[in-house]
């Protein structure tokens, strides 16, 4: 959602630079019309650069780069969750939770109890911890892309704004002028 509104804001502070661009034009066009000096001066001035049309009707949007790798990095880590956890994937009745904790486990087994079945839910709570640090950290990351898109959003929104308000100014004064005509 936060991509999308990314491209929501690129397209319209696009569509406002055109609006600008567009007054301007209409601007030496009304100084055309108002006097035979001001048709001079807009022969001898330069024309304002023509801006390029939009590939496709879509302009290209590109979310922050921290913000992709932890999305790529939450679904990697999601399907490899879910491969794993034995809600999610099918049962193989032949296997025990217990015969697979010892296997599976990162912590070496002498710091483990040497009760067989308390060394086994050792390993399976280990194993739990270490799921839930994974799933933390993929939050983490999650939480630091999305503040980074929004700090980015937030300049751009900054950046709009100014814009807007400018654009306003001159529409109110191009008006006028049209209405003095």
């Keep these: ?48 650069p023509e801006s390029k049309p939009e590939q496709n009707g879509s302009p290209e949007y590109y979310a922050n780069s921290r913000l992709k790798e932890a999305m790529m990095s939450s679904k990697e880590q999601e399907s490899k969750y879910q491969e794993s956890h034995p809600n999610l994937r099918k049962l193989d009745n032949s296997d025990n939770d217990f015969g697979k904790a010892d296997l599976v486990s990162s912590v ?6 040497k009760n067989q079945h308390l060394r086994a839910y050792h390993q399976k709570i280990d194993n739990n911890l270490d799921e839930m640090s994974s799933g933390l950290s993929r939050l983490k990351n ?40």
Aim: proline share 2%.
């Design 108 to 113: 070496q087994g002498d710091s483990y109890p």
């Design 142 to 181: 999650l939480a630091l892309g999305l503040q980074t898109e929004i700090d980015e959003q937030d300049e751009v929104l900054d950046r709009l704004t100014k814009k807007v308000e400018i654009l306003d100014v001159n529409i109110k004064s191009t008006d006028k002028k049209v209405r003095q005509l």
């Design 1 to 48: 959602e936060l991509v999308r509104q990314g491209e929501v804001l690129k397209r319209t502070e696009q569509m406002v630079d055109k609006m600008d661009q567009d007054l301007k034009t209409s601007q030496r066009h009304i100084n055309s019309i108002k006097s035979v000096w001001g048709g001079l001066v807009n022969y001898f001035k330069a024309k304002p």
